[in-house]
């Protein structure tokens, strides 16, 4: 039998995802350390009805953080600068590689920044889980994490050999990013606006509009070169009809608790592309508008923006 090899893995957010995987990597026995904005305890990840804990270092001062062989960026994609410092000081020498672990499409461009020559590992995320309160998940399903495939992809999933979750290598993995944006720019967007979990999508006319904007990022996508089928929006939106009626997203989590949302990452990048493509997206145009201003009165006191204080 392989002795498993230990390796110090600094986590950057320890939220949902990064809590929920950084529990995994504890689990099997890693030397995982917590990088957060709002310190706790110790992380709580509420999963298969059980409370499992983690106790492992949680830092709040980037100037304390220790380099580590694998650091997992985890925090939103509109929170990658913030975590420039935390990223600059846990990379180093001995670093395999920054594994990302955010939504989008364009992970190595976010943080090439900050990570000087560590390699760039992007992630295509497929875990269902929430932030309760700082330093409690709630796992509700599913813990796999597409990456590219080639040595660091190898080297990345033998982190989890001995976990619950799955790293799985893929070939097209532009394409496994595409077709995660789908889910965001058609599902995400419509729970957080309805602020409803999935069981909205069994109305007719919300899956009607899922099923429209899953087709104008299929046209961008196309148009950019990936071998999309149109069909697929309707595939998209009948699937997730089926999923468990209680279970949400992470932007419908981040609206509940007054938190800043993934626009321009996720329906922002769809119309951007579509504009540079000559694709109309008028779908994802409006949603965008929609959550910008839900996202904006989300950072006023009671959501009542100042009009006195518009640029």
Not at 117 to 142: D, I, M, Q, S
Not at 227 to 251: I, N, Q
Not at 256 to 271: D, I, N, Q, S
Request: aromatic share 6%; charged share 20%; with cysteine.
């Amino acid at each position: 039998m392989t002795a498993q090899v230990v390796s110090r893995i600094v986590v950057v957010g320890a939220g949902a995802i990064g809590g929920y995987f950084a529990y995994e990597l504890g689990r099997a026995g890693h030397d995982v350390v917590l990088c957060v904005r709002r310190g706790f305890d110790r992380l709580v990840v509420e999963t298969e009805g059980r409370l499992e804990t983690l106790d492992a270092p949680v830092l709040t001062d980037p100037g304390c953080c220790p380099i580590g062989e694998w650091v997992i960026l985890a925090t939103k994609a509109h929170q990658t600068a913030s975590a420039a410092e935390w990223l600059h000081r846990a990379c180093g020498g001995p670093t395999r590689g920054v594994a990302v672990l955010q939504n989008g499409i364009d992970h190595r461009d976010r943080v090439a920044s900050w990570t000087g020559n560590t390699p760039v590992l992007p992630t295509v995320v497929r875990c269902a889980a929430e932030v309760l309160f700082p330093g409690r998940v709630r796992h509700h399903g599913f813990s796999t994490l597409d990456v590219p495939d080639g040595s660091l992809g190898r080297d990345f999933a033998a982190l989890f050999a001995r976990t619950a979750a799955t790293v799985v290598q893929r070939d097209e993995f532009e394409l496994a990013q595409w077709r995660k944006l789908l889910q965001n720019v058609a599902i995400a967007p419509l729970t957080a606006l309805t602020g409803r979990r999935l069981e909205v999508l069994r109305r007719d006319d919300v899956g009607a509009l899922a099923t429209g904007l899953a087709r104008e990022a299929i046209a961008v996508g196309r148009a950019a070169g990936l071998p999309l089928a149109p069909e697929e929006a309707d595939a998209l939106v009948e699937e997730t009809r089926f999923v468990a009626p209680d279970m949400g997203t992470s932007m419908l989590y981040d609206r509940l608790a007054g938190r800043p949302l993934e626009v321009e990452e996720l329906t922002g990048a769809v119309v951007r592309k579509g504009n540079a493509l000559g694709v109309p997206v008028p779908l994802n145009i409006a949603i965008s508008a929609l959550l910008s201003a839900v996202d904006e009165a989300s950072r006023w006191p009671g959501g009542v923006v100042d009009l006195n204080d518009q640029p």
